[in-house]
């Protein structure tokens, strides 16, 4: 099986960077992927990492430790429509993802 | 291009009544999976399926749930005699062949029961 464990929540101002940490323990891990759901609704596929390193893409860049199984999705240059729910999942010999309860992350402008 | 529609937006039912709800993937993906949500909690996994085939249900109920993928139509989930604890929004994401990392998901239908 697999568990994932992130903040509830986060709070940050606008225009600042915010990192949301994830540590996973599995059995035949594959990777991790990172998800944002507004108010909601859809969630929304953000990033995935299978290799160790960081993945940029845009504002967000994801990083994965598979030797501390931890990752992390950082968040720059903060907007207001920033504001959701995070979700961490993991990938493994299953095939069917496994998500974290997710951060809340509020943006103050 | 659509993307994975979902159907009812919001269900009501009574206890004992029965629950349908409809997933259709996007164009191209043979892959589907069905996921809970309670409020203020992450998605928990029920079942992953794809055409004609159930490959892992190990997340959802042993009794009152099923789920299908039928050659031709949506994905259907299917709840019996429905309980207060029932009530949750239900997501289904789709993927392609083996791209199961990078799902893509629908609005969801919120299941209220009464």
């Known amino acids: 099986g697999q568990s994932l464990e992130q903040p509830s929540e986060v709070t940050a101002v606008e225009g600042a960077i915010v990192q949301i940490n994830c540590t996973y323990q599995?059995?035949?891990?594959?990777?991790l992927s990172w998800y944002q759901q507004h108010d909601g609704g859809a969630p929304t596929f953000l990033s995935y990492n299978a290799l160790d390193g960081l993945e940029e893409t845009g504002r967000f860049s994801s990083f994965l430790s598979r030797s501390d199984s931890y990752g992390y999705l950082l968040l720059q240059e903060l907007q207001m429509k920033d504001s959701a729910s995070y979700f961490c999942?993991?990938?493994?010999?299953?095939?069917?993802?496994?998500f974290g309860s997710g951060t809340q992350l509020t943006v103050l402008p | 291009n659509a993307g994975v529609m979902q159907n009812p937006r919001h269900l009501v039912r009574r206890r004992g009544q029965e629950a349908r709800l409809r997933c259709s993937p996007m164009k191209g993906h043979s892959h589907v999976y069905w996921y809970r949500q309670l409020p203020e909690e992450g998605l928990k996994f029920m079942v992953y399926?794809?055409?004609?085939?159930?490959?892992?249900e190990s997340g959802m109920p042993k009794e009152r749930f099923s789920a299908e993928f039928p050659k031709e139509g949506p994905s259907i989930l299917r709840i019996q005699q429905v309980v207060r604890g029932d009530s949750a929004a239900y997501f289904c994401a789709s993927s392609p062949d083996r791209g199961y990392e990078k799902l893509f998901f629908g609005s969801g239908t919120q299941l209220s029961v009464l």
């Open positions: 999942a993991a990938s493994g010999s299953a095939r069917q993802l496994t």
């Open positions: 599995t059995s035949g891990f594959y990777g």
């Open positions: 399926l794809q055409k004609e085939n159930i490959i892992d």
